[in-house]
Structure formats: C-alpha cells, structure tokens
C-alpha cells in the first residue's frame, strides 16, 4: 500500500490536527511498551513522563513567515516539522540515549534528522537531544506518513529549558546580557548535576549486582 506525505492528502486546519494528534498516540504508544519492555527485562525504567502538543496555528503562521513561505495547509505540512512535539522526560543522561536508540530501532519510523545538543549545546546552555521522525498513520480510506518532533532529555535540563523559555518570552528574545549569562552559569551546574546523579545511579546499580551475584553464589 502507498504512503504518502500529509500534505498532499489534507485540506484544512482541522484535517492537520487529526493527522498530528493521531501521530503522538502513536509515538506515545510506542513509547509506553519500550519502556514496559525495559521495565521487564531490567527491572529500571527509563522514562519518567511524556508531554505531548501540537504547535498552535498562530505558531506556526510565524515560523512560516519567518522563513519566506505562504501560510498554507500544504507548506504548513512539509515547511514546519514540528507541528507534532513529543518531550520524553528520563532520570539519567545515559537514558536519553537508551531511549534514542529504541526509537530509532523501530522498523515503521523513518528518522528524518538528528540534533544533538547535549554534547554540542546551544549558546544559551540548552541542552535536549531532538529527532525528527516520521510515522505512518492508518487511516480507513489511506496511509499518511505524519513528522513528529521528538525532544528527549533529563528532569534537570527539563526545569533549566522551561525557565529559559518563560525568561525569553518575558524579554520577547532580548533579555539582558547578565541573565544570559546566568541562565548559561545554571546550564552549567545542571550538567554537574546530571553527571552527579547518573554516577552516584552506577554505583547504586554495580553494588546491587554485586550483591545478587554473592546471593546467588
């Protein structure tokens, strides 16, 4: 059967929001039974929470403008990518990998790009890794392959990424050079953080093997 790019199946606002909303069940589902799975097979799981949203149409109407296209349906569909964001929450640094990797695994998603900002951050000190992937979404007369925005990070860079974000809306993205400057200083101890607590989980987990290893002896 043939897939086909949303836009050039969709006519109106709300046919998009079926087709995205349609798309994050799909991606949180998948979500929900890797992280079973994990929970099953390694008795830790590595997901915390998932926010899912669709990007409103005032929002996207910017974006396009800002880049040079018409606000309509069909460049709204193949300009934007992140009309569809999924924000996977994990404890540790080295989950957001694991999580990557699970998703990336999974034969009906195509990845269509690959940011890694933790290990090369933005500027201000963000840090998240994002996927842009596209998922086939069944419908009774069709299939459309539907992009969904994937940010993937840890509850400390979460907490950082929603305070900058409030602070560069406050300031309309011209906030003063010394909070700019803080929000980087804080960007900072968050990573601290985060190699802090996925070292002091290491050791936790080393010492409960070794402990059942001695059990089973």
Request: net charge negative.
């Amino acid at each position: 059967m043939e897939f086909k790019p949303v836009s050039d199946d969709v006519a109106s606002w709300e046919e998009v929001k079926l087709i995205y909303n349609s798309a994050l069940k799909e991606i949180g589902t998948k979500l929900e039974i890797l992280n079973d799975e994990f929970q099953h097979i390694h008795q830790y799981n590595p997901i915390e929470h998932i926010k899912t949203r669709i990007k409103k149409p005032e929002s996207i109407v910017k974006k396009l403008k800002k880049n040079g296209y018409e606000s309509t349906i069909e460049n709204m569909v193949r300009y934007v990518n992140d009309i569809a964001g999924i924000r996977v929450i994990c404890s540790f640094t080295s989950d957001i990998y694991r999580i990557a990797e699970m998703i990336i695994n999974q034969n009906d998603i195509k990845v269509l790009s690959v940011k890694d900002y933790i290990i090369s951050p933005k500027p201000s000190g963000y840090k998240s890794y994002h996927l842009i992937v596209t998922v086939p979404i069944f419908l009774s007369d069709r299939i459309v392959d539907a992009k969904v925005e994937i940010q993937i990070r840890t509850v400390a860079m979460d907490f950082w990424a929603s305070l900058e974000h409030k602070i560069h809306y406050k300031f309309e993205g011209n906030a003063p050079e010394h909070i700019k400057n803080e929000l980087v200083e804080c960007a900072n101890m968050v990573s601290e953080l985060d190699a802090k607590m996925l070292s002091l989980n290491e050791e936790v987990q080393a010492f409960a093997e070794k402990s059942q290893k001695e059990e089973n002896e």
